[in-house]
Every structure is written in structure tokens, then in C-alpha cells.
């Protein structure tokens, strides 16, 4: 089956700092990778996403980066706000899949 | 423009009870999703759409039914509640395979 993880289930960081959130995968056919942030009582929130055909991808003080060789994703945030605190989840698909599959989350603190 | 809109927003059933979860969207999406996330948990899908008229199961349907009679709405039943289906479910909706998913607010359910 799907494996979506995370390396770190807890992230805890100053304000003004940079972030960086890990997950890895284990599907070798995925291609289509999203980060979603969800506030605590809040559905998820699109984030950023990436296809495999790239390894970088920037949005607003967020980067994901994708290393298809070691099945890792990151996002990083810049510049890290109290409102950034939340938890992340990564999410995959695979060409043709009809659903994504989601990590269990990283909650991020920041400290301000 | 509403997006994701689900009802209730809490709710407590006893065992045995039924009930329907609603969602509706207005984007005129075709793919719609449910998910249900348990605590410190990332979200499971329950039953997936990909059109009107159209549904499949995703990794855990048991206890579950859905219809979608129309583009819009997306409608999650659970027949006979039991303690384990206690949780907070989603809907999303997505235009079509492999791109972000808008999520609802959620609504948390509980069965006593």
C-alpha cells in the first residue's frame, strides 16, 4: 500500500525563523505531491503542490522541494509567523489515481 | 462563492442512530472526496466521486454510504452509528484528478 510519512511529528521554531518540514514517501509512482496547512478546528488549506517533472517550486514565503531519487518532499517557510502555526500534512498521487494520499502531520510552534 | 459548505458542524449520535453528513459545493467541480481524520491522525477516505452518478470506495467505507445525484452535492450516511466512527469528517472537492482539493470546515461527530 501508500506509505506518506513524516520525519518529525512536532516542530518548534523562533519567530523570523525559517521553517522546514519533511515527509517521505514510498510510492516510486507518484507524481503529484501537495502540502496543505490546517488550523486547529479548520479543514486543510492548499499550500503549494508540485508534479515530478520539477524539484523546485516557490510561493509566497514557501519553497517545496522534491527529491524523486530519495522519495523525500519538503516545504520550507521563510520568515516564519505566529499564523504559521499549524499542522502540515504532505499529500501524493500517482498518474491516473483518483485520490490523494495523506501523511499524518508535522505540527509546527511558532515561538514568538 | 461558498466553496466547500458542510452541516451540521458538531453532532452527537447515540448507537444505532442514523444520520446524514451534507456537502455542497459551487465551484462546479467533478471530483468530490470524504475523509474522516482521527485525533493525531492524517485523513482517511472514505468514499470518493468523480461525477454525478458516479462513486467508488476508498480505504474505509465500512459503516459508510454515498450518493451523488447532482454536480454540487455529495451527501455521507452512516446507518447504524457506532463508537468507532466518532470523528471529524471532511469533504473536498477538486476539478479533476491530481490537483488541490478545496476542504470544508469539517464536521465532528461523536457517537455515544
Known amino acids: 500500500g501508500e506509505s506518506v510519512g513524516l520525519h518529525l511529528p512536532t516542530l518548534s521554531v523562533q519567530e523570523g525563523d525559517n521553517s522546514i518540514i519533511n515527509c517521505a514517501y514510498s510510492n516510486s509512482a507518484s507524481d503529484y505531491f501537495i502540502w496543505y496547512k490546517q488550523e486547529s478546528g479548520k479543514g486543510p488549506q492548499f499550500i503549494i503542490d508540485?508534479?515530478?517533472?520539477?524539484d523546485k517550486r516557490q510561493g509566497q514565503r514557501v519553497t517545496v522541494l522534491l527529491n524523486k531519487t530519495v522519495k523525500h518532499l519538503s516545504l520550507q517557510i521563510a520568515a516564519t509567523q505566529p499564523g504559521d502555526s499549524a499542522v502540515y500534512f504532505c499529500a501524493e498521487a500517482e498518474t491516473g489515481a483518483n485520490n490523494l494520499f495523506f501523511g499524518t502531520g508535522t505540527r509546527l510552534t511558532v515561538i514568538p | 462563492n461558498a466553496g466547500v459548505t458542510q452541516t451540521p458542524k458538531f453532532r452527537i449520535l447515540k448507537i444505532g442512530q442514523s444520520m446524514t453528513l451534507q456537502c455542497t459545493q459551487d465551484?462546479?467541480?467533478?471530483?468530490m472526496y470524504w475523509y474522516r481524520q482521527d485525533p493525531g491522525m492524517g485523513l482517511k477516505l472514505i468514499y470518493y466521486s468523480v461525477g454525478a452518478g458516479i462513486t467508488d470506495k476508498g480505504e474505509v467505507p465500512n459503516g459508510y454510504n454515498v450518493s451523488r445525484s447532482t454536480t454540487e452535492d455529495f451527501p455521507l450516511r452512516l446507518e447504524l452509528a457506532a463508537p468507532s466512527q466518532t470523528s471529524v469528517y471532511f469533504c473536498?472537492?477538486?476539478?479533476?484528478?491530481?490537483?488541490?482539493?478545496?476542504f470544508g470546515s469539517g464536521t465532528r461527530l461523536t457517537v455515544v
Open positions: 508540485i508534479r515530478s517533472n520539477m
Open positions: 465551484m462546479n467541480h467533478n471530483y
Open positions: 473536498a472537492s477538486s476539478i479533476s484528478r491530481n490537483y488541490g482539493y478545496t
